[in-house]
Nanobody, 126 residues
Framework: QVQLVESGGGLVQAGGSLRLSCAAS????????MGWFRQAPGKAREFVAA????????HHADSVKGRFTISRDNAKNTMYLQMINLKPEDTAVYYC???????????????????WGQGTQVTVSS
């Protein structure tokens, strides 16, 4: 079993920055691929960014490319999402997810993830 806890969300003005963290426990952190997703009110959950178990590969959604950066520190069992130049349309609950895999892949589809955190709210005011 894997437990994921997100933190770092909050209220920020447009153009501001936040860094989200996802702390993992319960299993060897380096044995799973990780991802960030978000869900705005009335909308489906959407892919934001994903990273392979080693951190050697990463992929970002077009909507956040150049503004968000995913990373991980396996020694600290933690994944991050650095967000800069935030826009009101980035407002959502952000979720981290873990997929058990030994393959060096990034995973963008929610059904392929095995574990999810409870989410952290990010609100960007205009």
């Amino acid at each position: 079993q894997v437990q994921l806890v997100e933190s770092g969300g909050g209220l920020v003005q447009a153009g501001g920055s936040l860094r989200l963290s996802c702390a993992a426990s319960g299993r060897t952190f380096s044995s799973y691929a990780m991802g960030w997703f978000r869900q705005a009110p009335g909308k489906a959950r959407e892919f934001v960014a994903a990273i392979s178990w080693s951190g050697g590969s990463a992929h970002h959604a077009d909507s956040v490319k150049g503004r968000f950066t995913i990373s991980r520190d396996n020694a600290k069992n933690t994944m991050y999402l650095q967000m800069i130049n935030l826009k009101p349309e980035d407002t959502a609950v952000y979720y981290c997810a873990a997929a058990i895999t030994s393959a060096p892949v990034v995973i963008t589809r929610p059904p392929l993830y095995d574990y999810w955190g409870q989410g952290t709210q990010v609100t960007v005011s205009s």
